[in-house]
């Protein structure tokens, strides 16, 4: 019992639990699924599709913090992507017509993509070359990413009305969303490069100690760069799957705030904010957390207002959980109540 | 010349290169009342960015100041339509912010939490506090209220200033003194410039780390107090990615995000660059708005490498 409960993911997948059980018992139908005209429908099946893009964002995340580094330019990197998109593609300020995409979908989403990825390039050279704090070298691109994609977009909605481009944030690929199917395909190649081969353990090492790491022969620089590059690409991905979902690039407001729900993500999941230790399934399990929480809020009609305060109250929560301090001071009350004269301090 | 003098020079300079451009590609760009609305329209950010430039010196961060102001203009406007006495209000929100600030700084310094996570779990709270409230606009019609927010100080030239404007100035010249001649200032400093060094020397590290944050939430509620003159209304809305700014601000008067280094004069100017940036813009008339925030962003890239080379290339740990 006792190895169960110290089992890294065991509070994560806890709460998550705790979440759902709640969830179906304010709302009876939440865990059905039902088949219908090949595709699987249900509340937890939406729940699934919505985390989706938080979920490849999270990961992207994990690694950055894993290597002591921190990246708040998801947000505007989403927003980016988004826009580079419906550009190639064509979308046009109030298209309903379906139109004919101006590029292959495969040149306009690799582009996309690409220029998300150089983003991510762009904050680890400014990390890993220039020494700056992670927080400050990203913070350049959050304030400035967004105005970039507002310039791309004329500070319009450019709605796309290519059927194609529907199926990342829309379709169904046997029967399960298409973005989870991304999410999932992401993870699970993750998982396999950080655990089949050196990678993880060299990503571990950088964040445990990034002098001995270097000196030990882990070439720091050069993978520090591929994990802000892979958090660049990751949110590329993400602002795909969003703008496809709805449709349209909305260079205000794609994104926003994605970079603390993925910070979130990553800590609920038991990723220690101070690098060296990161879990892949923790941060799925962080987002899920999330979306579950929000889908919650929603579907008990508690005003989304709510919402905020919760997620404010949670990660207080965790934080102090994950806080040695605490659990030290938390010991010393119990002890201190189960046997009233409490001699030395344990210091 | 001291070489820590250098940044806040450079940003000096920055400004008056911005402003003589202005003057010499603009009819009317040169008048003290353009300048003067360089303050009064960035009130509120210079008023907040005083209090962000304490926090950044200890090697802190606040993210909680852009909601603590929405928050503010909230309860303000709520008490005042409740029929409280204008002041009263205005005292009440002061101690609301010192208080919310107080209790992110006790939970940074007793629980050894990071500042960027505290204060972005404390930014939750006050937004979702001020949509508790209402996730509508209040209206202030309180007749004080209005008065403050209209009165104009002339200052001779046909150039006035208002309250908020005449606030921030003071805030400004009370914080240079606070941060250059008094201990809490010099132990910020310290703390900065290396923590444990700092309680080695016997200084109040922990009480200064509280008292950092307790004046940052101060400075968001004067500048909600500020905002909430200059927009007579309460909203969840406002002051969105204020922090932001308010990081950038600091950042450009050349105080170092690792902490210990840095004038609370430089923050002035840096509150000005960003003024001057979007006034620049509106009096072109042809640029569009998000040109803002690339030169900022420009800037702020320009000013981090800046400080690189000053620090040395010692990279400090996040």
Request: hydrophobic share 55%; net charge positive.
């Amino acid at each position: 019992m006792k190895r169960f409960t110290q089992h890294p993911l065991f509070w994560p997948v806890f709460t998550l639990a705790l979440l759902l059980a709640a969830s179906s018992l304010f709302n009876p139908s939440f865990i059905r699924l039902t088949w219908h005209e090949g595709h699987l429908y249900g509340s937890v099946i939406d729940i699934l599709n919505r985390a989706a893009p938080l979920i490849v964002v999270s990961l992207g995340m994990t690694l950055v913090i894993a290597v002591r580094g921190l990246d708040i330019s998801v947000g505007a990197v989403v927003a980016i992507s988004a826009a580079v998109a419906a550009l190639m593609i064509g979308g046009s300020f109030s298209a309903t017509v379906e139109v004919q995409s101006e590029n292959p979908l495969w040149i306009a989403l690799a582009t996309a993509l690409a220029v998300a990825a150089a983003c991510g390039l762009w904050n680890g050279l400014l990390v890993v070359k220039a020494g700056m704090q992670p927080i400050v070298a990203t913070l350049i691109l959050m304030v400035a990413g967004r105005g970039i994609a507002q310039l791309l977009t004329g500070g319009q909605i450019i709605t796309v009305y290519y059927p194609p481009f529907f199926a990342l944030g829309n379709g169904f690929l046997l029967g399960l969303p298409v973005a989870l199917w991304i999410a999932g395909v992401l993870w699970a190649s993750l998982h396999l490069v950080l655990s089949r081969t050196a990678l993880g353990l060299f990503v571990r090492s950088i964040g445990g100690n990034p002098e001995a790491a270097r000196v030990a022969g882990v070439r720091s620089s050069a993978i520090t760069l591929c994990v802000y590059t892979f958090c660049g690409l990751a949110a590329g991905v993400a602002g795909l799957i969003v703008s496809s979902n709805v449709k349209s690039a909305d260079a205000n407001n794609a994104g926003q705030l994605l970079e603390l729900d993925a910070i979130l993500a990553v800590t609920l999941g038991g990723t220690a904010l101070t690098g060296g230790r990161f879990t892949l399934a923790g941060t799925v399990i962080g987002a899920l957390i999330i979306q579950t929480l929000t889908s919650m809020i929603y579907s008990l009609g508690v005003p989304p207002e709510v919402n905020l305060v919760v997620k404010a109250a949670l990660v207080f929560a965790v934080m102090l959980l994950q806080s040695a301090e605490f659990r030290e001071l938390v010991a010393r009350g119990v002890r201190g109540s189960l046997s009233k004269p409490l001699g030395d301090k344990p210091q | 010349m001291n070489r820590r003098l250098l940044p806040l020079t450079v940003t000096i300079a920055l400004f008056v290169a911005m402003a003589v451009f202005g003057a010499v590609r603009f009819d009317g760009f040169l008048s003290l009342q353009v300048f003067l609305n360089l303050i009064i329209d960035n009130a509120f950010l210079c008023i907040v960015a005083v209090g962000m430039t304490f926090v950044i010196l200890s090697g802190g961060i606040d993210l909680s100041v852009g909601a603590l102001i929405a928050l503010t203009s909230m309860v303000s406007a709520t008490l005042l339509n409740a029929g409280w006495n204008p002041f009263a209000a205005m005292a009440a929100v002061l101690v609301l912010g010192a208080a919310f600030g107080a209790l992110q700084g006790f939970l940074i310094q007793r629980f050894n939490l990071a500042p960027f996570l505290v204060t972005l779990a404390g930014m939750f709270m006050a937004r979702g506090c001020c949509y508790l409230i209402s996730t509508e606009s209040i209206p202030i019609d309180d007749a004080t209220y209005v008065a403050i927010a209209q009165a104009r100080i002339p200052l001779g030239f046909n150039a006035s200033l208002t309250i908020g404007g005449l606030v921030a100035l003071v805030l400004v010249a009370v914080a240079m003194r606070i941060a250059h001649a008094s201990e809490f200032g010099r132990t910020v400093y310290a703390i900065g410039g290396g923590e444990s060094s700092a309680r080695l020397m016997g200084l109040p590290v922990d009480s200064t780390k509280v008292g950092v944050y307790l004046l940052s939430g101060a400075c968001a509620a004067l500048g909600g107090i500020v905002m909430t003159f200059y927009m007579l209304s309460g909203y969840s809305l406002h002051a969105v990615g204020l922090e932001l700014d308010a990081i950038a601000a600091v950042v450009i008067g050349g105080t170092l995000l690792a902490g210990g280094v840095g004038y609370v004069a430089g923050t002035l100017f840096g509150v000005l660059i960003l003024g001057i940036i979007q006034t620049l813009i509106a009096f072109d008339g042809t640029l569009s708005s998000w040109w803002t925030r690339i030169v900022v962003g420009a800037l702020l890239l320009l000013f981090c490498l800046l400080q690189r080379l000053f620090e040395g290339r010692t990279p400090k740990p996040a």
